[in-house]
């Protein structure tokens, strides 16, 4: 009975309760290590600006391999739930790679059928949490792992959405995921359309890129483009993009 209660207590309280309310469950639930993000390069530097900026609501990052766009996306989240701003992190992406979206046959919850297309992005979050105070995270939805085709019919409040490899999402999903927004809640959706496994016509990045160009004025959206000459990564990775003729 008490563990019920615990877990119902845990249910109603935000994340900045939960973190100072289980710090005897969680050894170091409050970690010193602080989040500082930097630009390695001006667009880089742009990037951050807007992903620190509240008046931000729904920001694209577009471009190659390398140039940080999940990375800086997930810092952000990070920062801003050690800041105590936010209650919760959303992780999001279209599993096109296995059969159009289809778990079922991959062993485990949908959070360990998740689990391939989500490394990238725990890769970065464990460098501030521990597998344990990540694991308690993600069981009281501190940290939520959701597959777009579920996101449907839903709207998130105070909290940080990370939509990646979105251009294997389709125009229908797009439209469906950007109108997910709720109060106090920020989304980023990253992409690269070189690495699309959709066709242009039912690329949901390159379709929502191309109306946003149309768009006369944006007040709460905004996109960043990266190029090759932005990557952070190891000099061959440049070199493999111009191999392909991806510039």
């Known amino acids: 009975m008490a563990r019920k209660n615990r877990k119902q207590r845990y249910r109603n309280e935000t994340h900045a309760e939960y973190l100072n309310s289980n710090v005897h469950y969680l050894p170091q639930a409050q970690k010193q290590k602080q989040v500082h993000i930097h630009g390695r390069n001006p667009n880089q530097k742009e990037y951050i600006q807007k992903l620190l900026d509240p008046k931000q609501t729904i920001i694209f990052a577009t471009g190659p391999a390398g140039t940080g766009k999940t990375m800086l996306a997930v810092l952000a989240a990070v920062k801003a739930l050690k800041e105590q701003t936010i209650d919760r992190l959303i992780i ?57 085709a579920y996101m449907r ?16 999402a389709t125009p229908s999903q797009m439209k469906m995921l950007l109108t997910r927004i709720g109060d106090n809640s920020r989304m980023v959706v990253t992409g690269d359309t070189a690495q699309a496994d959709r066709k242009e016509y039912e690329n949901g990045l390159i379709d929502f890129t191309k109306l946003y160009n149309q768009y006369a004025q944006s ?24 191999i392909y003729g991806d510039k």
């Open 153 to 168: 019919g839903r709207t998130f409040k105070n909290a940080h959405v990370i939509a990646d490899e979105m251009q294997n």
């Open 92 to 148: 999001t992406r279209p599993a096109v790679g296995v059969d159009d979206e289809q778990h079922g046959f991959l062993p485990g919850d949908i959070n360990a059928k998740m689990e391939p297309w989500t490394k990238p992005i725990f890769d970065v979050v464990r460098e501030y949490y521990n597998a344990k105070q990540i694991q308690m995270m993600i069981t009281e939805g501190v940290i939520e792992i959701s597959p777009l």
């Open 219 to 242: 007040e709460y959206i905004t996109l960043c483009t990266f190029e090759s000459n932005d990557i952070e990564r190891h000099p061959a990775v440049i070199e493999v993009l111009d």
